[in-house]
Nanobody, 125 residues
Framework: QVQLVESGGGLVQAGGSLRLSCAAS????????MAWFRQAPGKEREFVAR????????YYADSVKGRFTISRDNAKNTVYLQMNSLKPEDTAVYYC??????????????????WGQGTQVTVSS
């Protein structure tokens, strides 16, 4: 059974940094796409970044490009989201997600099969 457990959220001032972690277990994730989404109150869940577990290829939403970096540690079965230059509009619950077949870049949350419980990120102005 696949489990994704996020950690690392918290309260930070604008301009600050946070690193989120997603510990993945329950299977091998070869050829899986691992992604981060976020959801602010009253808004739809939106794509943030994704990584191909096998190749390490990455893809970002325009809103975070140049500020956020997604990475993975195969030995620890963990995906990270390094968030720098945070803005108040980055405030949201951040979710880790996974889907098989990482060959296509999929950004719709409805196409992801596995989800973590989420971690709150709050950026104060």
């Amino acid at each position: 059974q696949v489990q994704l457990v996020e950690s690392g959220g918290g309260l930070v001032q604008a301009g600050g940094s946070l690193r989120l972690s997603c510990a993945a277990s329950g299977r091998t994730f070869s050829n899986y796409a691992m992604a981060w989404f976020r959801q602010a109150p009253g808004k739809e869940r939106e794509f943030v970044a994704r990584i191909n577990w096998t190749t390490g290829n990455t893809y970002y939403a325009d809103s975070v490009k140049g500020r956020f970096t997604i990475s993975r540690d195969n030995a620890k079965n963990t995906v990270y989201l390094q968030m720098n230059s945070l803005k108040p509009e980055d405030t949201a619950v951040y979710y880790c997600a996974a889907r098989p077949n990482a060959g296509l870049i999929i950004i719709s949350p409805h196409r992801y099969d596995y989800w973590g419980q989420g971690t709150q990120v709050t950026v104060s102005s």
